[in-house]
């Protein structure tokens, strides 16, 4: 029967006894370890120590040179190191540094944090797909207009000078912003650390200013944030009144940066909210002679609706990739003629008309098929147009006077706020460089990062700085400045980028021939940017539907890469 069989155990409440005796056995059979004489130190352990019962063999401690197991979900190893002979500058640095997590940003001026560089490439983000060829060694780069959310500095000097600013450099810092101080540095400084200009400089630089405020939400980035949003307080989905109150604060501080705009007093701004994004220029930059504002992306349904309000706009990459097929087909229109001549034969008859029906006439059976009607042929020959929706290549751009009648659009746009979801509710995000009413002064997190890398067989330091939040043109460029005199010249970064934004670098032909940088600087000499600052923004944009990714300066010379 059952209950003579040794060991069983009914009902497997409690362990079998005969399992207790043999525990007991294997601990009365250890020899029990001697002890030293008194006044003898004891003897070093030349046996291994024993394991932790109660840790998992992946956490348990192992001899040198005994691999690690492979966990689940870790990344592949790091790459292989430089080449003998390369710096460690030659290594792309994004592989040196600790990742950030979007939920929980850098602190300010955190204290340098030194750290294996193997144990580092373990938590990086993937790597940013560069190509490889790079620009030409010039001495400025390109205005990039995208908003970048990460920027990785490294260097083989140390970032000791953007640590643990004193209270009197941060005030200073903040005050040389509100004035717009203009701040020229040298073009090396030998002992950063100490110089009090280039720390008050470097706090001026991280300042931006952003409406609405709630610091328990990321305002930045909206397009895609429902997941970061989700689960947080927010108070007014469910109140009509509580969302007219935001929604009027909104509309002051929206009207109160289009007139700093329009009086020259503010150089752009951008207005983002859960489906585009809008980036407002003053007149003179970015090459054009008025105001311009910049959507991307854009729906059928919104620019439909911005016709009906009579804004005028156009699609400057939709009509140059138009133009540019139509350079083509005519082209090979003109080749197919030429080779049916030469053939003999007579080019066949083109018809594009999409209402001529006639052919159902000769066949007699017009009265048999059903003919599409009005809406259905107007679908038809808008679906390029269609299909370019949520696209780069839905730009939408806006010149002059018509964008007033834009801003009294947005105003009253009811499809401008989400309805559902995380964001319902709550307002379009209001990005800019310079004081508005109802803004906010905020800061970008900055933090230095110190790793090591092997270079000959070696382990060298490198130093990283990391700033994260969004940062605007203006900043990017005042950062580049302030590292061109504290790290000697050389430098590289990799720029991660808001990717709906990159298609802002696009030429969208609104040159003005008669635009000279001594016009652009009389005219914005008060918007609050620095002299070389604005000089790289009042250039037309080059960088096409791309962003910089990568930029690097060798002998005060820049490359980058888009």
């Given amino acids: 029967a059952a209950s003579a069989v040794p060991g069983y155990s009914p009902g497997f409440k409690k362990p079998p006894a005969t399992l207790r005796l043999k525990r007991k056995r294997l601990r ?248 585009f994004t809008i980036l407002f220029r003053a007149a003179g930059l970015a090459g054009s002679d008025i105001i311009t504002a910049v959507i991307s992306p854009t729906t059928r349904g919104l620019r439909e609706a911005m016709r009906n309000e009579g804004i005028e706009f156009s699609l400057p990459l939709v009509e140059e990739s138009r133009t540019r097929k139509q350079k083509n087909s005519e082209v090979n229109l003109e080749t197919e003629v030429a080779n049916s001549i030469e053939v003999g034969e007579e080019p066949a008859p083109s018809d594009d008309d999409d209402e001529s029906f006639s052919w159902l006439e000769e066949m007699g059976v017009q009265d048999k098929v059903k003919k599409p009607d009005a809406i259905s042929i107007k679908l038809r020959k808008e679906k390029h147009e269609v299909q370019m929706d949520h696209k780069p290549e839905s730009l939408a751009l806006v010149k002059g006077t018509n964008t007033f009648t834009l801003l009294n659009f947005l105003i009253n746009c009811k499809s401008l706020v989400a309805v559902a979801g995380p964001q319902a509710g709550l307002p379009p995000t209001l990005l800019s460089p310079v004081a508005f009413r109802g803004g906010t002064m905020q800061t970008l997190k900055a933090r230095s990062i110190n790793a090591k890398a092997r270079v000959h067989s070696a382990y060298e330091d490198i130093f990283g700085l990391e700033i994260v939040g969004p940062v605007m043109p203006h900043s990017l460029h005042a950062l580049t400045t302030l590292l061109k005199a504290a790290q000697r010249g050389a430098f590289s970064a990799v720029l991660y980028t808001h990717e709906p934004t990159a298609v802002f670098n696009a030429d969208l032909g609104t040159a003005s021939p008669a635009l000279n940088k001594e016009t652009v600087r009389k005219d914005l000499t008060a918007c609050g940017l620095h002299p070389k600052t604005l000089d790289q923004l009042s250039q037309c944009p080059t960088l096409g539907k791309s962003s910089i990714r990568f930029l690097e300066m060798k002998d005060y010379a820049y490359t980058w890469k888009s």
């Fill in 28 to 275: 009365r059979s250890e020899p029990a370890a001697a002890l030293p004489p008194c006044g003898e130190a004891p003897p070093a352990a030349s046996a291994p120590a024993r394991r932790n019962p109660f840790s998992s063999l992946d956490n348990a401690p192992r001899a040198a040179g005994t691999p690690q197991p492979r966990e689940r979900g870790r990344r592949p190893p790091p790459p292989p190191p430089p080449p003998a002979g390369g710096s460690p500058s030659a290594a792309p640095f994004w592989q040196l540094l600790e990742s950030v997590c979007e939920d929980k940003p850098a602190r300010r001026a955190e204290p340098s944090e030194r750290t294996d560089i193997l144990a580092l490439t373990d938590d990086l983000h993937l790597p940013v797909a560069v190509p490889k060829v790079p620009s030409s060694p010039r001495h400025e780069f390109p205005a990039d207009w995208s908003i970048k959310t990460r920027l990785l500095f490294m260097s083989s000097q140390p970032f000791t000078w953007a640590e643990h600013l004193k209270a009197q450099e941060e005030a200073q810092g903040f005050a040389q912003h509100c004035r717009a101080t203009e701040t020229n540095l040298p073009q090396s400084i030998q002992e950063p650390k100490l110089s009090t200009e280039l720390r008050c400089a470097f706090q001026q630089s991280l300042v931006y200013w952003l409406h609405p405020s709630l610091p328990w939400l990321q305002l930045f980035p909206r397009i895609g944030a429902d997941r970061r949003i989700v689960g947080k307080a927010s108070p007014w989905s469910q109140d009509e009144a509580l969302q007219q109150v935001l929604m009027s604060d909104w509309s002051v501080s929206f009207t109160s940066l289009y007139n700093l705009l329009k009086a020259k007093l503010c150089p752009y701004f951008y207005v983002c909210t859960y489906q």
